[in-house]
């Protein structure tokens, strides 16, 4: 990476740190806390709860810089992402309320006009009740989303299967299972994989793709929580690309302790594999952004299928649905997908629309299909409300 490219990401990164921290100060603080009729010492509390969610992250990963290790860390980190999760859905709802007393404000003072009776001043300790009673509607609402949302969390994944035509149905009968997003950390511990690698082998694939995302961490931090993945034996293999968090966590050591996992990592590369007399390609790329960190990584779908059979049926693997369209022009039958967790929570799978054209689900483009999977596990807060965690069965007919 150039001392450029580095200096913009840190940019990018500072600029996202100020507008987070000034929103969350703002609406959680200032907008919320400091209006809710509470004894002083309560209030602290709540604001340090606040300060808390905000500045853990960072903390933890000086004490892991420090060598600190162990169940103190792990309850450090689920009380931090709870709160960052929980302030989060309460933020929105302040912003929302703010928006709508604006608008209710504005409707009322151009309705008043030219009547005189609706000049008289409105009365504060109406409208401070008012405010009193809304404040505590979004504590109470804030809470109830959160403990939903925690309960999803901890739900195992559901199985989604989803049939796929091919021509002449050469592929008929084959079953591809996708696991994504993972995020193995302080908080997605061994006994989820460990799950998770039961949940997969009673499906009995053929062919295992883990498409990105699978850690938050180094290696020798995690090493421990990814090992059950070794217990995947599927006929045709098991096979990996990057997602971004493989690159914030060590992409190279990762990369090795994968195939030492028993995974073919597929780096802008394909493979021709054999169904039964029918040729398949699976191909993998590299994740969407990975050429701004390791620009050898640069994501390439032409390069994946280059010199792979015109004829046979192509799957390509990548991490961010955004390389749709250039599957497209590879003449990719079916990309898998997932990065979005389909925004995991509410308010938040309303709002990813906004920013991603394909969220969750099956697409399907001039004859080319797209499936983003919704993540297998969660990442940051431990929240899934409105977007379930899945392990996704690909069958062929």
């Known amino acids: 990476m150039t001392s450029h490219q580095k200096i913009r990401i840190m940019s990018l990164f500072i600029l996202f740190l100020f507008v987070s921290i000034t929103v969350f ?49 792990d309850a450090m980190a689920w009380a931090g992402y709870l709160l960052m999760g929980l302030y989060s859905i309460l933020i929105c709802g302040v912003i929302g309320r703010d928006l709508l007393l604006g608008f209710a404000a504005l ?42 949302a925690l309960k999803g969390a901890l739900t195992p994944p559901q199985v989604i299967t989803l049939t796929h035509p091919t021509p002449h149905g050469g592929l008929r009968g084959l079953r591809i299972v996708q696991i994504s997003d993972i ?64 690159y914030y966590s060590g992409v190279y050591p990762w990369l090795e302790e994968i195939k030492r996992l028993g995974f073919t990592v597929l780096l802008n ?24 960190i390791v620009p050898e990584h640069a994501s390439s779908p032409k390069q994946a299928l280059a010199g792979a059979p015109e004829d046979a049926y192509r799957i390509l693997l990548a991490h961010q649905p955004l390389s749709f369209p250039e599957a497209k022009a590879e003449n990719c039958h079916l990309t898998l997908s997932g990065h979005t967790h389909g925004g995991q929570y509410f308010p938040f799978t309303w709002m990813i629309h906004l920013v991603q054209p394909w969220v969750a689900g099956l697409y399907e483009e001039e004859g080319h299909r797209l499936y983003v999977n919704r993540g297998t596990a969660f990442w940051g807060p431990p929240l899934r409300l409105g977007s379930p965690s899945e392990i996704t069965l690909h069958l062929f007919s």
């Open 183 to 246: 995020h193995v950390s302080h908080t997605i511990r061994r006994g989820m994989v460990e799950r998770i690698v039961t949940m997969v082998s009673s499906l009995a694939p053929d062919i295992v793709v883990l498409t990105g995302d699978l850690v938050d961490g180094s290696v020798s931090m995690l090493r421990h929580g990814v090992a059950p993945l070794a217990g995947l034996h599927a006929p045709m293999g098991n096979y990996f690309i990057t997602g971004n968090h493989e």
């Open 107 to 148: 409707l009322s003072k151009g309705t008043s006009k030219g009547h005189a009776a609706m000049d008289l001043p409105v009365n504060p300790s109406r409208r401070g009740l008012l405010i009193h009673g809304i404040n505590w509607g979004l504590a109470g609402a804030t809470g109830l989303l959160t403990g939903f």
């Open 25 to 73: 100060l703002w609406f959680g603080g200032v907008r919320f806390i400091n209006q809710l009729a509470l004894p002083l010492p309560l209030r602290i509390v709540l604001w340090a709860s606040l300060l808390f969610a905000l500045f853990f992250s960072p903390l933890l990963f000086y004490l892991q810089t420090l060598g600190q290790k162990g169940p103190l860390l």
């Open 269 to 292: 590369s394909h493979q021709t594999l054999d169904y039964k007399g029918t040729p398949l390609v699976l191909a993998g790329v590299t994740d969407f952004h990975a050429g701004r």
